[in-house]
Nanobody
Framework: DVQLVESGGGRVDPGGSLILSCAAS??????????LYWVRQAPGKGLEWLAT????????DYSASVKGRFTVSRDNTKDSFYLQMNNLQYEDTSMYYC??????????????????RGRGTQVTVSS
């Protein structure tokens, strides 16, 4: 089974940067690959898709809210993927999750829609 574990969250000043990591294991070799996702959910708000990258093609896509500020990448040698977040703002404060699925899911309503997901890492932007 695929297992995902996020790390790298914490507190950062407005305008600062963080790199989130997602350690992934259990991907089936020889498959058509998986879409890897970063999503977030702030208290009282819905789940927001942020970015995605494909395990085989490394194709990426971003939501309009983070395009140009966030960068998703993958290290195949470590079976990990990352979210580089720059110019963080107060509204970026949220719980961030990594997830994986063979399906394209860029309008999730709940984290449970993803077949595989981590437990989340908190990012707090405060001065």
């Amino acid at each position: 089974d695929v297992q995902l574990v996020e790390s790298g969250g914490g507190r950062v000043d407005p305008g600062g940067s963080l790199i989130l990591s997602c350690a992934a294991s259990g991907f089936m070799p020889g498959s058509n690959g998986y879409w890897l996702y970063w999503v977030r959910q702030a208290p009282g708000k819905g789940l927001e898709w942020l970015a995605t990258i494909h395990t085989l093609t490394h194709n990426t896509d971003y939501s309009a809210s983070v395009k140009g500020r966030f960068t998703v990448s993958r290290d195949n040698t470590k079976d990990s993927f990352y979210l580089q977040m720059n110019n963080l703002q107060y509204e970026d404060t949220s719980m961030y999750y990594c997830a994986a699925d063979v399906r394209v899911l860029t309008r999730p309503r709940a984290i449970e829609e993803y077949t595989y997901r981590g437990r989340g890492t908190q990012v707090t932007v405060s001065s």
